[in-house]
């Protein structure tokens, strides 16, 4: 019965490559004949050989872990293509498993039909294994497949979340209008035993996952990537005449994905070779199969140059990458070839008249050094003396993957999963890394920081509350850095172990139900002031009655009912009496006839004129409140024309004091700049001054920035409206006669309408100056934190002093921090930056929300604007005109624009055919005819060609 087994094996290996073999293995073998005829009985046992070397290759490859995310099924299963083992999630903590919808299941891969979605919580993690120090391949697909039935994919909303590799920014993964499968790769160092791959909520859509898997590199892979450098896969092609749309495992043995070159036809030409294509002696950094390089691409001989195009699609903003390009040649040719090419990034030159070695493998990249290269685009052009043109046979390219996040010191790491296991805590945040990053630190813990170059560790730990059962966890008392540990209010049973305290300076067991001795060691630093010992309330204190014991707190409690309770009835009767005479007046108010102070003389302006009849009609008796501040109260309302308006009312004492509010209509109703905001109308009354603008729904920008509505903006979005502000301003300084100092520029100030266009308002406490002035001497003026220091020294108001508020707002715009800061010292933010910047980079002061998502060289242009318009002197910052035209030039260029290569862009490849399109991918088969996509959908790779005849 072997016998008829093996036959049956023997005649169903097909080769699929020169590497290995995939085995088909139905359920029937075991009913097929059971003879086999001698003369193949030596096929037969070679074959069954193949098989076995690449069953044990297989099933045998040390170190792949490979995680179907939201499989039910406890048991593990073998990729029916590949052959590797897929192992389910079903014991992961937290999320739902889901199905993809019915109509995707037909055309999915097994390990795509079903995934993990976290409706809850910001951040959750997988835990991988891995040794300390080891470079590993970590790679997440996500198929939404509608699984939810919401179509949220299509539906045109906001669908985004983030990965994170360790406590680190790795990418984003955008499903907005993009319903195909995503792929995200970084090649990275594990810091510890573990590598974690964490889902990032950023309130744009549920994050989800369904596969993860983890592929060991050897030590002397991709050289570059180190603990502070991972990278992010971008694009991985090989060339020539391939069949596969993805060559993987077994053919590459690290399994990472190769994707095949599309172009097959005239101009391009295939090259291969049956000849060995070797690597010289320890030639080990990228191990490009031997298969990959047996095969080329190059162009006919009356063309000169190719371009390597790598498009940015919709989950990408090109003009924040930083690229590191890898070209891996070989001289294929069987004749005695002449071909030397340069290879550009962009306009820089890389490499030099450059000639591939016959047959030896030539991988071309600068020292693992990033390009800043907004087109992802690269050049090969062939030499004057060369005969032929340019050949390629493989390509990768990476983006940059900073880990500048330090990890929790190990130990309190291993001591805080002790106490969740020895607890069974089910926190919902308790995932990923305690401490790092800060915004997900585990909920009830205290991390120091302040060593910046260090690991953070733990100093608090507060658990009060918890639904804490059983024995006091040692695994607290060994924490060398917690100084606090508060375990009242639960129900920890036994007594408190004898053990030697490391730091601990406040241990709070009150109201739990210990008993027994408390240990001398302990006793010992409480009666020498060295730890605050609280176990009140525990049975262990009916014996004893020692401070520690005694009810400090109830003392306490009746001294302040006693003192207090007199004082809040006679403030309790004071406010009901003032409550008692606002009613009163309000209502006298209602009563009162406003009409009778309508002022008689109107102003001779071309803008409309309200009463305050009408103020009370279009804003509903004053019932929205949109804004407050320093003048007055900012309504909501709503003309008769349906038009939506802001109205502005001056408070009483503003009226009182506000001589200068009729100039100050006059002025603004001849301002007109698409940047500032438009003033509808006034209301003249000697009860009641108003102003009545354009309404913008957006809000103001200090909302956004501070996250108010939980929308993010990018660094696009950002200098756009840093562009709008700065012409508003420089309208009120340059083209207004005369001109007009805003005097309280911030952020609060700087509205959005609909489109996000930036609009300045509130000229509350703008003046009009004449061009003879140079400065105007006046009452002080502006916000704490934006205000001009020369301004305190001389009390002379310039437009400079505009021009100094605005650099607080762009770096408010970078940051998102206040003008003022608490950190833990009250600090002024220019300030704050600087100091940031000289500790570290400029990266460090960057709002974290942008998640790396920006160009460097606009950062830092921007950055030395800013800290150029806060420079204390007037004389040395820049005019507004002069910002704006230096924003202009740091301003990304518009999606829309076309490349300016002149390369022309194809469409995607995608069809109706795109689930069947992923499988493929992932299991490598070829389907001639059907298109395809990468599978990082975030990039479209292309090859462009000119012709140089």
Known sequence: MVVVFLCYIASQVICTSQIGCSVLLPKSAMAKSSTCSSSAKLKWTMALLVVLVSMIRVHGQPGFVSIDCGFANSNAYNDSSTGIQFDPDAGFEGGLSHKISAEFMADSDEHQKTLRSFPDGSRNCYTLPSTTGKK??????????????????????????????????????????????????????????????????????????????????????????????????????????????????????????????????????????????????????????????????????????????????PNLDAKNLQLLPIFHFAEINNSNPNRRFDIYSTNELLFDDFSPARFQVDSMQENGRFLHNPEASFLLNKTRRSRLPPLINAFELYSLVR????????????????????????????????????????????????????????????LSKSGLQGA????????????????????????????????????????????????????????????????????????????????????????????????????????????????????????????????????????????????????????????????????????????????????????????????????????????????????????????????????????????????????EQRLHIALDSAQGLEYLHESCTPSIVHRDVKTANILLDKNLVGIISDFGLSRAFNDAHTHISTVAAGTLGYLDPEYHATFQLTVKTDVYSFGIVLLEIITAQSPVLMDPQTIHLPNWVRQKIAKGSVRDVVDKRLMDQYDVSSLESVVDLALNCVENAAIDRPTMTEVVSRLKVWLPVSSEKQSISGTPHRKNYMDIDIPRQFQLMLSGESHEGSSFQSGNTSRMSEMSLFSGR
């Open 136 to 313: 590993y391949l970590v790679r997440a697909t996500f198929t939404y497949g509608n699984y939810d039935g919401l179509n949220k994919s299509q539906d045109g909303s906001l669908f985004l979340f983030g990965l994170h590799i360790g406590v680190n920014f790795w990418d984003a993964v955008n499903f907005t209008n993009w319903g195909v499968p995503i792929w995200k790769e970084v090649l990275t160092v594990a810091p510890s035993n573990n590598i974690s791959v964490c889902l990032i909520n950023f309130g744009s859509g549920t994050p989800f996952i369904s596969t993860l898997e983890l592929r060991p590199l050897q030590d002397m892979m991709y050289p570059f990537v180190n603990t502070s450098v991972s990278i992010s896969y971008f694009s991985r092609k090989r060339f020539g005449n391939v069949t596969g749309f993805i060559t993987r495992y077994p053919s590459d043995p690290y399994d990472r994905f190769w994707e095949r070159f599309l172009y097959q036809d005239p101009p391009w030409i295939s090259l291969d070779t049956s000849n060995t294509v070797r690597r010289l002696p320890g030639d080990n950094a990228f191990q490009v199969p031997e298969d990959i390089m047996r095969k080329a691409s190059t162009l006919e001989a009356n063309y000169s140059f190719m371009y390597v195009n790598v498009g940015v699609g």
């Open 403 to 462: 880990m500048d996040n330090f990890t929790t010191d190990s130990d309190d790491v291993n001591y805080m999963k002790e106490v969740k296991k020895h607890y069974n805590l089910a926190r919902i945040n308790w995932n990923g890394d305690p401490c790092s990053p800060r915004e997900y630190s585990w909920e009830g813990l205290t991390c120091d920081y302040s060593k910046s170059n260090q690991n953070p560790t733990i100093v608090r730990v507060d």
């Open 472 to 715: 006091l966890a040692i695994s607290f008392l060994n924490m060398v850095s917690l100084e606090n540990l508060d375990l009242s209010h639960n129900n920890l049973t036994g007594t408190i172990p004898d053990y030697p305290l490391k730091s601990l300076k406040v241990l709070d067991l009150s109201n739990n139900q210990l008993d027994g001795p408390i240990p001398n060691s302990i006793l010992q630093r409480s009666q020498a002031g060295l730890l605050d010992l609280r176990l009140q309330g525990n049975p262990v204190c009916s014996k004893v009655k020692d401070t520690y014991c005694s009810n400090k707190k109830n003392t306490t409690q009746t001294l302040l009912i006693a003192v207090i309770v007199p004082v809040v009835l006679v403030s309790f009767l004071v406010v009901m009496f003032i409550l008692w005479k606002l009613c009163w007046k309000g209502k006298s108010g209602d009563r009162e006839d406003y009409a009778m102070y309508e002022e008689e003389t109107p102003l001779h302006i071309d803008i409309r004129r309200f009463t305050y009849a009408e103020l009370k009609l279009i804003t509903n008796d004053f019932q929205t409140i949109v804004g407050k501040g320093g003048f007055g109260t900012v309504y909501h309302g709503i003309l008769e024309t349906g038009d939506e308006v802001a109205v502005k009312v001056l408070m009483e004492t503003s009226i009182a004091e506000s001589t200068d509010f009729l100039p100050e209509v006059q002025t603004l109703s001849k301002v007109h700049h698409k940047n500032l905001v438009t003033l509808v109308g006034y209301c003249q009354n000697k009860k009641c001054l108003a102003l009545v603008y354009d309404f913008m729904p957006r809000g103001n920008l200090q909302q956004l920035l501070k996250g108010g509505d939980d929308y993010s903006l990018n660094w």
